[in-house]
C-alpha cells in the first residue's frame, strides 16, 4: 500500500489547517470577561452555531425536511435524545421515500 | 442529605461518554462509507484515506477536500477550504474551554484535537448536567474517532458501488441530533433571539452561497444578537 509524498504533505497541511481551528480557543478564552456583553456572545455559542449548522438544511431542503426537523425539535421537548434521531431520520426517510 | 457517591467514576465515565456518543458513531457509518468511496475514486489509497481520516478527523472538510481533490493536486485550495468548512471550531473551542476546568491544563491541546461537532454539541450538553470528565470526554472521543477510522477506512477498500445515504435518512440523523441538542439550551437567556437570527443569517446566505459560509454567517448572527440584546437582572441567575 501506498503513500504520495504529495498526497501526504496536503493531508498534514490540512491536519494543521483543522487543528489550528480547534485549538484557537486556548488563546482566545482568556480575553473573555466574567461578564456583559462579550460574555452573553460567548454563552449564545451553543445555540447560535448548532441552529447555523441545522437551519439551511431545515429551511430550504423542501417539505420532507421541515416536518422532519419539525418532529425532530417536538420530540426533543419530551424525548429521549436517541429518540429524537430515530424519530427525526424516520421522518425524513420516509417522506422522502413517498416523493416529498 | 444525599451520601457521596463512594466509588470512583474514572472507569465509567469513560463508558458512559463512550455509550453517549455510540447512535452517533454508528450513523456516521454510511457517510464514513462513501467518504471513503469517493476518496478511492480520487486515487487515494486505503492508508492514504485512513491518514487523513486520522490527521484530519472532519467529515464535513474531508468530503469538500476530495470534492477538490485532482491530479496534480491543488494544495493550497484543498487547505484553504479545510481550514474555512473548519472555521466553527474557533467558536466551538471558545465556548467549551472554561467548561473543561477537570481536564489537566496539560491534555486540553489533546482534548481540542478531538472536537468533533458530535463531541462538542455532546460536551456542551453534559456540561450543562454536572461536570465535564476527562474520562467522559475521552471516551466520546475514542468511540467516534474509532468508528470514523474504520468506516472510512472500509470505504476506500470497498471503493465504488456505495449508495446515496441521503436517500435513506440517514443524512437527517445528524441534523435532529443537533436539534436534539439545541433544545436541549431552550431554557437559556436569549434562545429565541438567538436562533431566530442564527436560522436567518445562516438561511440567507446559504440562499447566496451554499457551504461553510453559511454556518459562520448563521453563527454569527445569533452571536452578535446575543451581544447587543438588552441586559436584564433576571439574566444574572
Same mark, same amino acid.
Given at each position: 500500500?501506498?503513500?504520495?509524498?504529495?498526497?501526504?504533505?496536503?493531508?498534514?497541511?490540512?491536519?494543521? !489547517?483543522?487543528?489550528?481551528?480547534?485549538? !484557537?480557543?486556548?488563546?482566545l478564552v482568556s480575553r473573555v470577561p466574567a461578564a456583559g456583553r462579550v460574555r452573553n456572545a460567548l454563552e449564545a455559542v451553543p445555540a447560535a452555531v448548532l441552529t447555523a449548522l441545522v437551519a439551511p438544511a431545515v429551511l430550504t431542503g423542501g417539505i420532507a425536511e421541515l416536518a422532519a426537523g419539525a418532529v425532530a425539535g417536538l420530540a426533543a421537548l419530551r424525548l429521549p435524545l436517541l429518540a429524537v434521531v430515530i424519530l427525526g431520520a424516520a421522518t425524513a426517510g420516509l417522506l422522502r421515500a413517498a416523493g416529498l | 442529605m444525599p451520601t457521596p457517591s463512594p466509588t470512583p467514576r474514572r472507569r465509567s465515565d469513560w463508558s458512559e461518554g463512550a455509550l453517549a456518543i455510540l447512535p452517533v458513531a454508528g450513523a456516521a457509518l454510511p457517510f464514513g462509507v462513501l467518504w471513503g468511496a469517493l476518496a478511492a475514486q480520487k486515487g487515494l489509497s486505503?492508508? =492514504?484515506?485512513? &491518514?487523513?481520516?486520522?490527521?484530519?478527523?472532519?467529515?464535513?472538510?474531508?468530503?469538500?477536500?476530495?470534492?477538490?481533490?485532482?491530479?496534480?493536486?491543488?494544495?493550497?485550495?484543498?487547505?484553504?477550504?479545510?481550514?474555512?468548512?473548519?472555521?466553527?471550531?474557533?467558536?466551538?473551542?471558545?465556548?467549551?474551554?472554561?467548561?473543561? =476546568?477537570?481536564?489537566?491544563?496539560?491534555?486540553?491541546?489533546?482534548? &481540542?484535537?478531538?472536537?468533533?461537532? =458530535?463531541?462538542? @454539541?455532546l460536551a456542551e450538553k453534559r456540561a450543562r448536567e454536572g461536570p465535564l470528565t476527562a474520562g467522559?470526554?475521552?471516551?466520546?472521543?475514542?468511540?467516534?474517532?474509532?468508528?470514523?477510522?474504520?468506516?472510512?477506512?472500509?470505504?476506500?477498500?470497498?471503493?465504488?458501488?456505495?449508495?446515496?445515504?441521503?436517500?435513506?435518512?440517514?443524512?437527517?440523523?445528524?441534523?435532529?441530533?443537533?436539534?436534539?441538542?439545541?433544545?436541549?439550551?431552550?431554557?437559556?437567556p436569549g434562545f429565541t433571539l438567538t436562533v431566530a437570527a442564527a436560522a436567518a443569517?445562516?438561511?440567507?446566505?446559504?440562499?447566496?452561497?451554499?457551504?461553510?459560509?453559511?454556518? @459562520?454567517?448563521?453563527?454569527?448572527?445569533g452571536i452578535l444578537a446575543a451581544a447587543l440584546r438588552p441586559a436584564r437582572r433576571e439574566d444574572a441567575a
Open positions: 500500500m501506498s503513500v504520495d509524498p504529495l498526497t501526504l504533505l496536503t493531508i498534514v497541511l490540512m491536519g494543521l !489547517a483543522t487543528y489550528s481551528t480547534r485549538v !484557537a480557543g486556548l488563546f | 486505503p492508508l =492514504e484515506a485512513l &491518514l487523513m481520516s486520522a490527521t484530519v478527523l472532519a467529515g464535513a472538510s474531508q468530503f469538500v477536500a476530495i470534492d477538490l481533490w485532482a491530479h496534480p493536486i491543488p494544495i493550497a485550495t484543498v487547505v484553504v477550504a479545510t481550514f474555512l468548512v473548519n472555521t466553527r471550531h474557533i467558536l466551538m473551542g471558545t465556548s467549551i474551554l472554561p467548561k473543561m =476546568e477537570a481536564i489537566p491544563r496539560r491534555w486540553k491541546p489533546v482534548a &481540542l484535537f478531538f472536537l468533533v461537532d =458530535e463531541v462538542w @454539541a467522559c470526554y475521552g471516551g466520546m472521543a475514542a468511540m467516534i474517532s474509532v468508528a470514523w477510522l474504520a468506516w472510512t477506512t472500509a470505504g476506500a477498500i470497498l471503493g465504488t458501488g456505495v449508495g446515496d445515504p441521503t436517500r435513506y435518512g440517514f443524512d437527517f440523523a445528524f441534523t435532529a441530533l443537533f436539534i436534539g441538542l439545541l433544545m436541549s439550551f431552550r431554557a437559556a443569517g445562516s438561511t440567507v446566505v446559504h440562499l447566496v452561497a451554499p457551504g461553510p459560509l453559511a454556518i @459562520a454567517a448563521g453563527a454569527v448572527a
